[in-house]
């Protein structure tokens, strides 16, 4: 076991085997906000429905310039990961998060802002986050398949019952504000799919004026369901086999550039 010496006070690794899986959740939830200061962290304990079942997260991290989301999933290294991890996260990161998540989200927390988490959630299904106990061999590759990743949260305890943490694994990125990724999907190829659409400051079938490689270009924000799209008003300036980068200036200005593969759309990750 590791043992970690802070201020000539020592701290011992607690045994994944020594705690109850409610008494390690709640350690976990308790503390949430100081692990996660770039997000909402809201207790997410209702049932949500996929096509593949039904199931109960534990947590929601709303990003607090509503750019991006995470559904957080505690678990003991001691269960299944292909029986009960893997369903668990297959359903949650299918199932289906409307206006009335959204509703119980601003229940929850009264400060959020409900028109622009009402367009995050349409805009952007969330990741899922496990967050386990100990590290475990193998679960972040077989993680990656629903594109969720894997963050282990280690205990240290003192002789005189004080708590230390250390943060392991991967950590939810944070989205640079007023940017969005955009792309045409395959059977909608006229429908630019906005992924972070809180940054337009339209509401649905509004009109808004998109700058194009230095042109004025017309669109119509579109809800279709839990996405939301921008539709060319009279011609489609843009190449539908690439990916946009949809951007709000300080003027308020909204601009369309290629994405290019090999470059970032101003994600920062942390260790």
């Not at 020592?10 to 709640?26: C, G, I, N, P, Q």
């Not at 963050?151 to 504000?177: A, C, D, M, V």
């Amino acid at each position: 076991m590791a043992r970690v010496l802070i201020n000539d006070e020592w701290y011992d690794e607690v045994s994944a085997k020594a705690l109850r899986e409610s008494e390690f959740e709640e350690i976990f939830l308790r503390n949430v906000d100081i692990i996660y200061p770039d997000y909402y962290t809201i207790p997410f304990k209702i049932i949500v429905e996929s096509e593949y079942g039904n199931a109960k997260a534990d947590l929601a991290l709303i990003d607090r310039d509503y750019l991006n989301w995470w559904v957080v999933e505690v678990e003991m290294s001691r269960h299944s990961l292909n029986s009960h991890v893997l369903p668990q996260v297959e359903i949650l990161s299918n199932a289906l998060y409307d206006a009335e998540i959204a509703a119980f989200f601003h229940k929850k927390n009264p400060t959020l802002d409900l028109q622009r988490l009402d367009a995050l959630l349409k805009g952007k299904q969330p990741r899922v986050m496990v967050v386990l106990d100990i590290p475990k061999d193998k679960w972040s590759q077989k993680l990656e398949k629903y594109n969720a990743i894997l963050s282990i949260f280690q205990i240290f305890r003192s002789q005189n019952g004080n708590l230390i943490f250390r943060l392991n694994g991967e950590y939810p990125h944070k989205f640079t504000p007023n940017q969005s990724k955009c792309k045409f999907p395959q059977l909608l190829n006229r429908f630019l799919k906005v992924e972070s659409p809180a940054i337009l400051n339209i509401l649905d079938k509004e009109k808004i004026s998109i700058i194009c490689d230095g042109a004025t270009t017309e669109w119509k924000r579109i809800d279709i369901k839990d996405s939301v799209y921008l539709y060319p008003v009279s011609y489609n300036p843009l190449d539908i086999k690439k990916d946009y980068l949809l951007l709000q200036k300080p003027d308020n200005t909204y601009h369309l550039k290629e994405l290019k593969k090999s470059k970032s759309y101003g994600i920062s990750s942390r260790p």
